[in-house]
């Protein structure tokens, strides 16, 4: 059975840093995309970052660029993303996601998530 669990989230000021990690299990974790997605009040669910975990395929909402990055830890089966400089905008739930084809930001695309975890950024 495939799982996903977020955690690292938490309440920041504006101009800060949080890494968020999505540990995993079930999964062929070295050939697999990956996406970290964000649900902001009364928002629509957006992506943020994804990446293949062969390396293959790496993107950046427009949003986020310079500021997040994503990272894999195929030992570990685990998916982070590592966020500086964080502005009140972001203040989001955060989720990941996977698929074991599809590299995009279309939620609807991907089959598995998990349940999120939130982030506050304070003015």
């Known amino acids: 059975q495939v799982r996903l669990v977020e955690s690292g989230g938490g309440s920041v000021q504006a101009g800060g840093s949080l890494t968020l990690s999505c540990a995993t299990t079930g999964l062929a974790f070295n050939s697999v995309c990956m996406g970290w997605f964000r649900q902001g009040p009364g928002k629509e669910r957006e992506g943020v970052a994804a990446?293949?975990?062969?390396?293959?395929?790496?993107k950046y909402a427009d949003s986020v660029k310079g500021r997040f990055s994503i990272a894999k830890d195929n030992a570990q089966n685990t998916l982070y993303l590592q966020m500086d400089r964080l502005k009140p905008e972001d203040t989001a739930t955060y989720y990941c996601a996977a698929d074991r084809f599809y590299c995009g930001f279309l939620p609807l695309n991907y089959n598995t998530w998990g349940r999120g975890t939130q982030v506050t950024v304070s003015s």
């Open positions: 990446i293949h975990t062969s390396g293959s395929t790496l």
